[in-house]
């Protein structure tokens, strides 16, 4: 059975009743919203369902946006990768914001390029990387300007909670890597590197190779397909190709 989409095992009670109630359209809840997803980025919990109505908040009460809720929102999603979270948050914000503007094209008053606008491009492009599996460049990138500091910055435990992320998927297609190469996309080297894949991931190095136990996801299994036909059906078959139409 799969788990509903608007579950979050750590929801307060006020924020499931105002979920399930008409209180979730109410601008007089845009505070509580986004007091609970400060709260989410203290103590690394997430909910997206509930993330979602601030952003739906915002989209009919355009006045009572604020960068900060939205660009954590946005990180917080990061950090829940490979799900759909990202892409699906990132509808709900205004096309300006979506869609910067170019040397060759004169900004317009209602898209002009703002803070928000180019924080929503950075965080877009780490989640492009980390769809195309980049996981290097995705470090890289996070390391190349200072605005990404800020923007994780409100998020407890951000670097750690990605590498759990990586080396997940990472385990879940590979069963040996290069050392140097997973060191990359763990953004780790020595000890530290030594010291997560082997008492966080349970993965063993062996020389210049990090070798990944067998598991559901990265055992390769021979698949046997076979469709039973019997003969009753397959004379039917070859009995109607010879019937003439009425």
């Known amino acids: 059975m799969g788990i509903a989409f608007d579950y979050a095992p750590d929801r307060p009670e006020h924020i499931e009743a105002i979920l399930n109630g008409l209180d979730r359209y109410n601008p007089e809840t ?34 009572l946006t604020r960068d900060e809720p939205t660009t954590n929102i946005l990180v917080k999603a990061l950090t829940v990768f490979p799900s759909p979270d990202f892409s699906l948050l990132l509808h709900l914000l205004p096309p300006h914001i979506l869609s910067p503007t170019t040397n060759n094209t004169a900004p317009t008053p209602s ?36 605005l990404y500091a800020d923007l994780i910055a409100d998020v407890n435990g951000f670097e750690e909670l990605m590498r759990v992320r990586i080396a997940s998927c990472v385990g879940q297609g590979c069963r040996e890597v290069e050392r140097g190469v997973c060191e990359g996309w763990l953004n780790l080297r020595g000890r530290e590197f030594e010291s997560f894949v082997g008492e966080i991931c349970g993965w063993g190095v062996d020389g210049e190779v990090v070798r990944i136990p067998v598991n559901k996801e990265n055992e390769a299994k021979g698949t046997v397909v076979r469709e039973e036909v019997k003969f009753d059906q397959f004379s039917r078959v070859i009995r109607r190709a010879y019937e003439q139409p009425a």
């Open 30 to 63: 845009t505070n509580i919203f986004q007091d609970y997803v400060t709260q989410q980025c203290e103590d690394r919990t997430y909910d997206c369902y509930a993330n979602l109505a601030l952003l739906k908040l915002y989209q009919f009460n355009p006045h």
């Open 111 to 146: 898209a002009v390029d703002t803070p928000l606008s180019e924080a929503v491009q950075k965080l877009s492009l780490l989640n492009s990387l980390l769809e195309t599996a980049n996981y290097s460049g995705f470090w890289s990138t996070l390391d190349s300007d200072d």
